[in-house]
């Protein structure tokens, strides 16, 4: 772990994380409190952020959809009434529908970019008045934003979104000395991913990973940490997969790992 004045921790930071109730949020969360930070978790009910009241460290809770404005007011509020700024916020919350262009409703197409791609920009639009110099937002995209997904249209669309979406506002914020940038996760065992526990189909995307295993949330968690943080300065924009190597191929052939696991 980063020490507090090597500039890589956010120690002293006032960090606002979305979807922090579980997976990668909750991963985040224990990351930023390990370091020092002044954390504000947000996620749908107090219920799912119960679990906070666990830590050695006064986590301020704010309960609501990302997709209303009214609860992303609120966690920009908590954040400046308590401690009288806005360091870095870390919208993560979304949701994974599946469907195919086909047969997915637009109700779920609806939903999805609902709470993925209007919870992000209103996510911004609270925080960036509230932010100065030195500021982050990160937010969290996925390989399914990079690269296409068959039976998953609405949350490729929204993760495309997302991605284009950090790197426009990156660029409309720059002069003001705040950062925006977006982590893309890959396979990672978190709830969206329970379902695949012991199937063929976990099996069969293991194989498709470069490193033969899905990541722990705390792996995504520590590049949301590290955007965030002062250690990053320079870098704004940006679309980082952490991913296990799955999009530095061209999915033609299987790997190594593949071939020994019975996948050609």
């Not at 526990?197 to 194989?207: K, V």
Request: with cysteine; hydrophobic share 45%; charged share 15%.
């Amino acid at each position: 772990m980063s020490s507090p004045t090597d500039g890589r921790s956010n120690h002293g930071r006032v960090v606002i994380v979305t979807g922090a109730g579980s997976g990668i949020g909750r991963a985040t969360v224990e990351m930023l409190v390990a370091e020092g930070s002044h954390v504000i978790a947000v996620d749908l009910d107090d219920a799912s952020l119960a679990w906070t009241q666990g830590l050695d460290s006064d986590v301020l809770r704010v309960p609501g959809s990302i997709a209303e404005e009214a609860t992303n007011r609120a966690m920009v509020a908590a954040a400046v009434e308590a401690h009288g700024r806005l360091d870095a916020v870390a919208l993560n919350a979304g949701i994974m529908v599946s469907g195919d262009i086909n047969r997915g409703t637009m109700e779920d197409f609806d939903r999805v970019m609902d709470v993925n791609v209007r919870g992000a920009v209103l996510g911004m639009k609270a925080s960036l008045p509230a932010m100065g110099d030195g500021g982050s937002i990160v937010v969290t995209g996925s390989v399914s934003g990079l690269r296409a997904d068959s039976g998953f249209f609405a949350y490729n669309a929204a993760k495309a979104a997302v991605v284009n979406l950090a790197r426009a506002a990156a660029l409309d914020v720059a002069h003001l000395g705040i950062r925006v940038n977006a982590v893309c996760p890959g396979p990672t065992r978190t709830g969206m991913m329970e379902a695949t526990d012991g199937t063929p189909i976990q099996t069969s995307m293991t194989a498709r990973v470069p490193l033969q295993r899905f990541a722990d949330p705390s792996e995504i968690a520590a590049a949301i940490c590290f955007l965030a943080s002062p250690g990053a300065s320079f870098i704004t924009g940006v679309a980082l997969p952490v991913d296990g190597g799955v999009t530095c191929g061209t999915a033609q052939w299987a790997t190594y790992g593949a071939r020994k696991a019975g996948f050609e």
